[in-house]
């Protein structure tokens, strides 16, 4: 089963680098969903966990094998 995003469902294999994203709690969303969702409500969509701006990470990764 692929990973997705916990908002739109777009698996997350296919996100850019610049797009996937992490919160504090560990949950994966697309960057335009979670920081669009927590303007709003600033909780986790999946577990409800208070969310800051600032403890959303980036998540850069590499398709490329050597």
């Not at 089963?1 to 739109?8: D, I, K, R, T, V």
């Amino acid at each position: 089963m692929a990973m997705e995003c916990g908002l739109c469902a777009r698996p997350l294999v296919y996100l850019s680098k610049k797009e996937l994203t992490r919160t504090a709690c560990g949950h994966l969303f697309c960057a335009d969903c979670i920081f669009r969702s927590t303007v709003e409500i600033p909780e986790c969509p999946t577990c409800e966990a208070p969310i800051e701006y600032e403890e959303i990470d980036q998540i850069f990764y590499s398709t490329e094998t050597e």
